[in-house]
C-alpha cells in the first residue's frame, strides 16, 4: 500500500480506547482493513512520546495522528497525510469533538458503539469523500442529521388526515348500525308481542333473567336469582310485569288431524290443502321446540304469552261509547353520562274520534281556567285549524267551526296540542359509570332516580349496550335483568317504579376496555300521570245538549330519552 502524500486529506477518523482498539472508524481513502487496524495499533506506542512533548499530534515515516483524549480513556483519532495543514485538521478535530456528545449523548464506550452509524453519518457531514473538510457548522450538520422534509411532512399530513377521516367515518357507521339495533330492539319491546317476538324474528339464544339461556325444550323467564325463592320466575312484556305469576311451560299442541283430499278442480287463489300441510308442519315444529306458532297479528300465542305473564293479544273490542277520548304525552330527554339533564320536551295531544253517528256532533270542555293558572311559563297550547279557537279561549270548549259537519266517523282527531320544555319535567334519570379495571374487564355501575314523585312508571326497561356478545356478570341488581346476546345489549327491566322504590342501582362486570361502548342508554316506560294537568270535564251534544257518553285513557310514552 503507498499513499500520495503530495494529498492534503484526511485518511481516517476514528474514535479508539488507550489500548488502540476502535469503537468507530471512517475511512476517507481506499484503504484495506488489514492497513487500518495496523496504523490503529500503532497508535499506543507513540502516544507515551508525544505526552512527554505535551504535543495533540504524532508522526511516522508516512501519517500524521491528530489526536485529542476524551473522557473514560477514550481518543479521537485523525489519521492524514504529512502534508496536510495541521490547523485546518486541529480545527475539524475540535468540530468532530463537539460533535460526538452532542450525537451520542455521552461519551461511554457501550454509548459509543449504540451510535455507531449515527456518529459516521456525523462525520460525513463534516469530510466529504476523498478526506476534504466541508465548510460547516454544528448547528447545520443537527439540521442534516434531522434529515426534514417538507414533501415527507406533507405525505404524513395527508396521510393522517386520510387516516381520521376513515377512522370518522368508522365510528359514524358504527353509531348508525348501533342506533339501528337499539331502535330493532326497541320496537320489539313495544309492540304487542314483547321482547320475546323478538328473539324469535333474530333467531337468537337469549340468557334468562339471572338464569339459563332461551333454549330448546324449555321457556327462559326473568329469573330472580338470589332475589327470589329458587327455581321463581315471572313474566316479562309490554302489558305489564306479573311478578305472582309462576313460570307456566306453554301448553304441547294436540296433532292436527290429516286433512281430507276431495278431487276438486284448481282453484286460482285458494290454499288448498297445501296451505294446510304448510301450517301442519309449523304446528309439528314449535311443538317439537315447546313452542307454539306464532298468529298472525298478536305475534305469539295466548298461551305463549301467559307462560311469560303477558296477556294474549286478542281482537280489538268494539267501542262501548259514542266517543273515545285520549290524552297522550311523549317525553323527550338527553341526558349526559352523569345522569345530568341537558334537553326535555313534552309534546300532549288531546285526540278524540268519534264511533257513531252521535259522537260525531258533540264538543270537548276542558279546564280551561285551570290550565291558565297552573301552565304559564314555558308551556304552549293550539287548537286544531278546524277547532273554533275564540270558544276555546273563552270557555275551554273544543268544537268544530262548523258545526253542521260535525267530527269524522271512526278517525282520530287531534283537536288541542300543549308542549313544554324544562328540565323539570324529565320523570327519571339514569347515570353509568364504566371503569376500565386494566385487566381486561370493565365495571359498570348504573343507577336510576325517580324525578317527578307524582308519576308511576310501569314496565320500565333500562337497555345497555355492551360492545360484546359476552354476557356480563351480575354483582347486584335492584329489580331484573335480561341479556341478548345476539344485539350485546342488556335490558334491566323494573315492573313499577314509583316514591316507594325510587331509586335503584346496577353493578355488573364484563369483558372489553372501551368505556364508550355503553352509550348510548336508553329507557322505555309507560305512566299514566300526565304533566299537563288537563281534564275532559264534560263531553256535550251539539243537538240537543245533553252529556255524551265517553271513553278516556291517559297515556305517557318516551319518544327520544337517552344517555349518552
Partial sequence: FALNETRMVVLSASISTRQGK????????????????????????????????????????????????????????????????????????????????????????????????????????????????????????????????????????????????AKAE????????????????????????????????????????????????????????????????????????????????????SEPEQPRVVAKGMKLGGAGVGGKKKDSLMAAMAAEDNLLPLSKKAGISANMMEGFGVGASSAPAIPSAPVSLVLEEKISVQMNREGGIESCDVKGTLTLTANTDLGTMVFATVNKAALAAQCTTGWSFATHPKVAKPQYEKEGK????????????????????????????????????????????????????????????????ILIPLGTTDPPVIESISGVYKHDSRSGVLCWHQDEINGSNSSGSLEFIIAGSNSDAFFPVQIMFSSENLLCPIEVTALTSMTNGSQVPKTLKKLVTPEKYQCA
Fill in 22 to 165: 476502535a469503537l468507530v472508524s471512517r475511512q476517507y481513502l481506499e484503504m484495506t482493513r488489514l492497513r487500518v487496524e495496523g496504523l490503529l495499533a500503532a497508535f499506543p506506542k507513540l502516544i507515551g512520546h508525544a505526552l512527554q512533548q505535551n504535543h495533540t499530534y504524532v508522526e511516522t515515516d508516512t501519517v500524521r495522528y491528530v489526536y485529542q483524549p476524551l473522557e473514560n480513556q477514550l481518543y479521537l483519532l485523525l489519521i492524514t497525510t504529512k502534508t496536510s495543514n495541521i490547523v485546518e485538521d486541529l480545527s475539524t478535530l475540535r468540530l468532530l469533538a463537539k460533535l460526538i456528545p452532542d450525537v451520542a449523548g455521552s461519551i461511554q464506550e457501550t454509548v459509543i458503539c449504540d451510535h455507531a452509524f449515527e456518529l459516521i453519518f456525523a462525520f460525513d457531514e463534516v469530510l466529504s469523500a476523498g478526506g476534504y473538510r466541508e465548510d460547516i457548522t454544528l448547528t447545520n450538520i443537527r439540521t442534516n442529521l434531522l434529515m426534514d422534509s417538507y414533501e415527507e411532512k406533507m405525505h404524513l399530513m395527508i396521510k393522517q388526515s386520510k387516516m381520521d377521516a
Fill in 170 to 253: 368508522r365510528e359514524k357507521k358504527e353509531k348508525e348500525i348501533k342506533a339501528r339495533q337499539m331502535a330493532n330492539l326497541k320496537s320489539a319491546l313495544l309492540d304487542g308481542s314483547g321482547v320475546f317476538q323478538h328473539q324469535q324474528q333474530q333467531q337468537s339464544a337469549m340468557a334468562g333473567f339471572g338464569g339459563g339461556g332461551f333454549q330448546q325444550g324449555s321457556q327462559g323467564g326473568f329469573g330472580m336469582d338470589s332475589f327470589g325463592g329458587p327455581g321463581q320466575t315471572v313474566g316479562f312484556g309490554n302489558q305489564g310485569y306479573n311478578s305472582n305469576n309462576a313460570y307456566q311451560q306453554a301448553a304441547k299442541p
Fill in 398 to 461: 273544543l268544537g268544530l267551526k262548523d258545526s253542521d259537519k260535525g267530527f269524522p266517523l271512526n278517525r282520530p282527531v287531534g283537536v288541542l296540542r300543549w308542549s313544554y320544555a324544562a328540565n323539570d319535567a324529565a320523570p327519571i334519570t339514569v347515570n353509568c359509570w364504566p371503569e376500565d379495571m386494566g385487566d381486561g374487564t370493565i365495571t359498570v355501575n348504573a343507577e336510576y332516580e325517580l324525578q317527578r314523585p307524582d308519576m308511576t312508571l310501569t314496565d320500565v326497561n
